[in-house]
């Protein structure tokens, strides 16, 4: 009997520290974003939200020893060979460019796309006119937004198999937790946050068939740095 309160316990405190995360670096700042609008400076996104997401991985972290999930440890110590990471980080790269093409030539040309915000366009223009500015965009600040993305992924599919919920509900949260990892796009135009959710959807389920984070990181590292230097290239 004691064992089962504490385990229902332990199982409490994980579910207030899971919708505490959700809510102070999910909700939070799409209510702010929606509000008072985004800081799209260069100071904002080279400053602010660097910031911003080294919080939340530090708080992802605490979270994670506290609670005794062991998140990080189990999925960067997997056993698999590095050939084989690097190829399945390749192939999900791959995956994610066969996804985008086929938008490009679907619901990006059939949805309208006059809300995208030109003032991103403009500050990243800005950004990569400088080198000096330009390296810490495509370097840290992408490995900072991957790591908190792919790791709030990982802990929010892994809490959930842990509940052992039913069948329709780690369904319905392969849908839902895409689209709150995708929700830092609504200020763009609807086909960008359509093309972020998919390729959050395509992710997630290379997470819960994997259970190991580095391909996803690899590839996703790899597939926003292409585009930015693709757009320092061409703008």
């Known amino acids: 009997m004691l064992l089962h309160r504490n385990t229902e316990k332990k199982m409490r405190s994980k579910h207030i520290y899971i919708s505490l995360f959700a809510m102070?670096?999910?909700?939070?700042?799409?209510?702010?974003q929606y509000l008072f609008g985004l800081d799209v400076s260069p100071?904002?996104?080279?400053?602010?939200?660097?910031?911003?997401?080294?919080?939340?991985?530090?708080?992802?972290?605490?979270?994670d020893k506290h609670t005794k999930a062991d998140l990080f440890s189990m999925t960067f110590e997997s056993q698999e060979p590095w050939l084989k990471t690097i190829a399945t980080a390749f192939l999900l790269?791959?995956?994610?460019?066969?996804?985008?093409?086929?938008?490009?030539?679907?619901?990006?040309?059939?949805l309208d796309?006059?809300?995208?915000?030109?003032?991103?366009?403009?500050t990243l223009s800005?950004?990569?006119?400088?080198?000096?500015?330009?390296?810490l965009l495509i370097g840290p600040f992408v490995w900072l937004n991957v790591l908190f993305i792919e790791g709030?992924?990982?802990?929010?599919?892994?809490?959930?198999?842990?509940?052992?919920?039913?069948?329709?509900?780690?369904?319905v949260s392969l849908f839902i937790i895409p689209f709150v990892l995708s929700s830092t796009q609504l200020n763009s135009s609807y086909p960008q946050f359509i093309g972020t959710f998919i390729s959050n959807l395509v992710l997630s389920i290379a997470f819960i068939r994997l259970h190991d984070l580095k391909p996803l990181v690899i590839s996703s590292i790899l597939y926003q740095s292409i585009d930015l230097i693709a757009f320092w290239i061409y703008s």
Do not use: C, D
């Open 24 to 32: 102070v670096f999910f909700a939070a700042p799409l209510a702010w």
């Open 43 to 63: 100071i904002g996104l080279l400053l602010k939200l660097p910031i911003f997401l080294i919080v939340a991985l530090v708080f992802l972290w605490l979270i």
């Open 93 to 110: 790269l791959a995956i994610l460019y066969l996804l985008k093409s086929i938008g490009n030539m679907t619901y990006l040309k059939w």
């Open 113 to 122: 796309q006059t809300e995208s915000n030109p003032e991103i366009i403009g």
């Open 126 to 135: 800005y950004i990569v006119s400088k080198p000096v500015l330009g390296s």
């Open 152 to 171: 709030s992924r990982a802990y929010f599919h892994s809490h959930l198999e842990s509940q052992q919920s039913k069948k329709w509900m780690l369904v």
